[in-house]
């Protein structure tokens, strides 16, 4: 008995737990929120020649694909060296070239003094070459060999300024293709409005359920390392009552290569994130990626999953409730996120030590700094890496538990080459009318179609199956299974019950008392 006993203890003590898993159907389950945001955060066009900290991000880009397009044409020369005779009147060059010996030759081969052997007056900056020092370039910027030409010498100065902070921070990267700086690039929402993608320049086509969708179905979220994105909202009934792609949300996306920076974007294409109507998208985790000039197809299912919340089988959160860095947090309108409450930790300490924010719109504790990190600021640059070191191993689990009731969607992808060549003049006909394109003066159809195919994408989103998985915990034996198989245990060794223990306590209560009382009442 003692033995049963013991293992009963000892199976209440170990705090399983029991998943269940069922599939049921539901005839009115509501379409998820769809959020896509282009690769870039910031367009090239829209920073050139612009003011502020960022516009010298333009001039790094053309500098690089000048050096590399100098490197090519040095090896281009070197093969044909020994055949290669100089001709016999002056060559015209290039603004980034200067004539030495009827030869074009970079200007950095012959600058500054080797210019005037060649009988050439020509004026050479010395931002040139503290340029070139510190970049390890072959070549000079463009704009800043425009503007030496001018006579707006502090114009030229403040270029060369910023520009020198961006080089200086870039070189203090430790990853080959500058990850780890790029993380800690810091807009705001004035910025992003300002310097990212409209609607109208990214969606050139929507429609859910056959019906034509516009810019009010759509709502603008600001995502750090994203930048401006566009979250679907619908704005009519969401209830999606049969399967299949004539019953879901068709988008098509423009994006143009020729607006990335090289410095900042290393891939081409848009980010997709499907997720609860109410909650903000966790593009760490849960994101599709698509390279353009493709038609997706991602068929959806829907997945619940609804934790135990008690103590010794695991704590859950449902709300953003008593969080030190999440108070008010969207005023409470937003599901709790595990995800999103580890990143507001990580901005929290952000803010505490280093003085700044990674995104000042999304401060939401007392005491915020209020002021946004600076990414020329290597001061706080390093402050920030030390933070994200030590969190790594940061226990957030007092504060950012698990979700009670987490609801995903995990998607099916298919993917085809779009537009095809039959389809193509359809579709440029149409695209040319809304957009207007700028054309190139020469072009042939193939090429058209290569550069159509690097600008444009379309997404198919709908429900494969109007279906939901619930995964669901429970408590595998609880405190009432223990008593109940301890008041069996000892009724089958011991011949009791419940009702006859009761009934031996009083027994030996009332002989107790008559004993004490005979005891007391004197002969």
């Not at 902070?165 to 780890?180: C, G, Q, T």
């Not at 299974?481 to 006859?500: E, K, P, V």
């Amino acid at each position: 008995m003692w033995i049963q006993l013991y293992k009963l203890i000892l199976q209440y003590s170990s705090f399983k737990k029991n998943v269940s898993i069922s599939i049921y159907d539901d005839e009115d389950i509501e379409f998820p929120s769809v959020t896509i945001c282009p690769s870039y955060s910031i367009l090239k066009s829209k920073i050139s020649g612009k003011s502020g900290k960022y516009w010298p991000l333009a001039f790094i880009d053309k500098f690089e694909k000048d050096k590399m397009g100098e490197t090519i044409r040095l090896h281009s020369l070197g093969s044909e060296q020994q055949s290669y005779n100089p001709p016999p009147i002056k060559k015209r060059c290039g603004r980034l070239e200067r004539a030495c010996n009827n030869i074009c030759t970079p200007i950095q081969l012959v600058c500054p003094q080797q210019l005037l052997k060649c009988g050439h007056s020509v004026h050479c900056n010395k931002m040139h070459w503290s340029f070139y020092e510190h970049s390890d370039s072959h070549d000079v910027l463009d704009k800043l060999s425009h503007l030496n030409d001018s006579t707006d010498t502090e114009n030229v100065e403040v270029i060369h300024n910023q520009t020198m902070e961006w080089i200086k921070m870039y070189k203090k990267s430790n990853s080959s293709y500058y990850e780890d700086v790029l993380k800690y690039y810091t807009f705001t929402k004035a910025e992003y409005d300002e310097f990212g993608l409209h609607f109208e320049e990214f969606i050139i086509q929507c429609s859910f359920q056959g019906d034509k969708c516009n810019e009010s179905h759509f709502s603008p979220l600001y995502i750090h390392g994203h930048g401006k994105c566009f979250t679907f909202k619908g704005g009519y009934n969401r209830k999606i009552h049969s399967s299949g792609m004539p019953h879901g949300l068709s988008v098509t996306v423009f994006n143009d290569p020729n607006e990335s920076l090289g410095m900042t974007t290393h891939s081409h294409g848009v980010y997709l994130s499907i997720h609860r109507p109410d909650s903000i998208p966790d593009f760490s985790t849960q994101r599709y990626a698509f390279s353009m000039g493709v038609e997706a197809f991602l068929k959806l299912r829907q997945k619940r999953l609804m934790r135990i919340n008690a103590d010794n089988y695991g704590k859950c959160r449902s709300n953003w409730q008593n969080i030190v860095w999440a108070k008010n947090y969207f005023h409470e309108e937003k599901t709790y996120s595990k995800s999103e409450c580890k990143q507001k930790a990580i901005e929290y300490h952000v803010d505490q030590q280093c003085g700044c924010l990674i995104f000042i719109e999304r401060a939401t504790w007392q005491g915020s700094s209020g002021k946004l990190c600076d990414p020329l600021n290597f001061t706080e640059m390093e402050c920030m890496r030390d933070i994200e070191k030590k969190l790594i191993n940061y226990n957030f689990e007092t504060q950012c538990q698990q979700e009670c009731l987490r609801e995903e969607y995990q998607a099916v992808i298919n993917q085809l080459t779009w537009p095809n060549e039959n389809h193509f003049p359809f579709f440029f006909n149409r695209l040319n009318e809304k957009m207007k394109l700028s054309l190139p003066k020469r072009f042939s159809p193939h090429s058209l179609l290569r550069r159509t195919r690097e600008s444009v994408m379309k997404l198919n989103v709908f429900f494969d199956e109007i279906s939901v998985e619930a995964i669901e915990e429970s408590i595998a034996y609880s405190l009432e299974d223990l008593l109940s198989d301890f008041g069996g245990t000892l009724g089958l060794y011991l011949g009791l019950s419940i009702f006859s223990a009761v009934g031996l306590i009083q027994l030996f209560w009332e002989k107790l008392t008559i004993t004490t009382t005979l005891i007391i009442e004197p002969k």
